[in-house]
């Protein structure tokens, strides 16, 4: 089942760069500012209208569509945002407190595609070190762009899709989502990487129910 919403509200949104340095959450002093742009943890969020997907919040931006498929269960499997011929395909982990995986999980992924026959290209971006490949699909050869953004015990993977993919400018309202996500990621203890739970809201999931059980 996919869920399809655009959001046609209006979102806020501050374009300042965020400060490099990494807080340790449990010994930043209380006047420490909140980071001007997010992903946000759930702590340090401004008020702005957005989804409840669980432990993402999608910030409403004009002119993006969040596509999301979920199990008859109304757990979701994936989270994509689309504009125009643009996509954000968008997946939150567990990590543990004291250091990102980013790193980790990038060298990975870089792994990954070279055993699939991918080359992989290592490039600065806003939020650090992305990965840029060029992947055979079933409709051609596609380019995607991995981001990783570190958070306190979560780490963001972002896979643009589209121009987006090689021109980051030319990602427009969805780089707005990104640096407005929010992240909810819970206090339970969770394996590191395992991802976190995605839901539906619930007017959404008991629409998908009664779809189900009447199918």
């Known amino acids: 089942m996919i869920f399809s919403r655009k959001r046609a509200e209006g979102a806020r949104h501050a374009r300042d760069e965020r400060n490099a340095e990494v807080l340790d959450f449990d010994e930043a002093e209380e006047t420490a500012q909140a980071p001007s742009r997010g992903p946000y943890d759930i702590s340090e969020a401004p008020d702005a209208p957005r989804l409840d ?6 910030p409403a931006v004009p002119d993006v569509e969040v596509r999301v498929q979920a199990d008859p269960q109304g757990v979701i499997q994936q989270v994509v945002l689309v504009n125009g011929q643009n996509a954000l395909q968008l997946g939150v982990f567990a990590a543990p407190r004291s250091e990102g995986i980013w790193d980790e999980v990038r060298e990975e992924i870089r792994q990954s595609l070279f055993n699939d026959g991918a080359a992989a290209e290592e490039v600065e971006g806003e939020y650090g070190t992305e990965l840029r490949a060029r992947v055979r699909t079933p409709d051609g050869m596609t380019d995607l762009r991995f981001v990783g953004i570190d958070g306190p015990r979560w780490m963001v993977r972002a896979v643009y899709q589209g121009e987006a993919a090689n021109a980051p400018v030319a990602a427009g309202p969805l780089a707005l989502c990104l640096d407005g996500l929010v992240v909810d990621r819970g206090h339970e203890a ?23 059980g009447e199918a």
């Not at 997907?53 to 999608?58: A, C, D, P, T």
Request: aromatic content about 0%.
């Open 190 to 212: 969770k394996p590191v990487r395992e991802p976190l739970p995605l839901r539906l809201p619930r007017e959404v999931a008991e629409q998908h129910a009664a779809q189900q």
């Open 53 to 58: 997907l669980g432990s993402l919040q999608i």
